[in-house]
């Protein structure tokens, strides 16, 4: 898969804190392995922000499961499937994407 982008904002330079709490206001299903699934209603934590792209696409995880709680994965969803709910940090630290920010494992 093409970079989505070469940069991307977070809270810090490892991009290891999140930037905010959003809730899904539609479900969505990834086509592939980059994209996290979000259903309707689920809180999603925010880690980044791909930049030069309008901000169509943002990085995160979705806390516990619509099958059953399972672990965690971070990946990518589009900005627009989700609300903001509670800010917690500024996206103001600017992050070079490498192959690693989209590698599918």
């Not at 989700?82 to 600017?94: K, S």
Request: hydrophobic letters at 35%; aromatic letters at 14%; proline letters at 7%.
């Amino acid at each position: 898969m093409p970079k989505l982008s070469d940069k991307k904002l977070c809270a810090d330079a490892e991009c290891s804190h999140p930037i905010l709490i959003a809730k899904a206001i539609q479900d969505y299903y990834p086509q592939d392995c980059h994209f996290i699934p979000i259903h309707q209603g689920q809180l999603v934590y925010v880690y980044a922000m791909l930049k030069d792209r309008g901000n169509l696409f943002w990085s995160g995880s979705v806390q516990g499961s619509y099958y059953g709680e399972q672990e965690a994965r971070l990946g990518y969803f589009p900005s627009s499937v989700v609300e903001e709910t509670h800010a917690l940090m500024p996206a103001e630290v600017e992050v070079k994407t490498n192959k690693w920010d989209f590698y599918c494992p």
